[in-house]
């Protein structure tokens, strides 16, 4: 059964930072186009990052740019989100999905429909 689970999220103040975990069972992630989205109460889910499976690049959020970073671990079967300098609307609900990758990846990583598998999401609450 192909099942990915999140980790990492907490309580941080502004300024601060988290390292978010999602990993992998059941099937090996290195091949798959991973992204993490994350979601608040009355908004839809959005994208936040991106890594295309079997090497490929790396995509982010303009509201994120530059203060997170995706990264993987295949040999762990792991992707991970960095975030630093978080504000508190970065405050949501965080998802990570993957799917096969495709040569569309880098116009619709965003498309929540193109994702075959969900974690369960962690949270993350930044507040002072």
């Known amino acids: 059964q192909l099942q990915l689970v999140e980790s990492g999220g907490s309580l941080v103040q502004p300024g601060g930072s988290l390292r978010l975990s999602c990993a992998a069972s059941?099937?090996?992630?290195?091949?798959?186009?991973v992204a993490w989205f994350r979601q608040v109460p009355g908004k839809e889910r959005e994208g936040v990052s991106c890594?295309?499976?079997?090497?490929?690049?790396?995509y982010y959020s303009d509201s994120v740019k530059g203060r997170f970073r995706i990264s993987r671990d295949d040999a762990g079967n792991a992707v991970f989100l960095q975030m630093n300098m978080l504000q508190p609307g970065d405050a949501a609900i965080f998802y990570c999905?993957?799917?096969?990758?495709?040569?569309?990846?880098?116009?619709?990583?965003?498309?929540?429909?193109?994702?075959?598998?969900w974690g369960q999401g962690t949270q993350v609450t930044v507040s002072s």
């Open positions: 999905a993957a799917k096969l990758p495709s040569i569309w990846d880098p116009w619709n990583w965003r498309d929540l429909n193109a994702y075959n598998d």
């Open positions: 059941g099937f090996t992630l290195g091949g798959y186009t």
């Open positions: 890594t295309i499976g079997n090497g490929g690049a790396e």
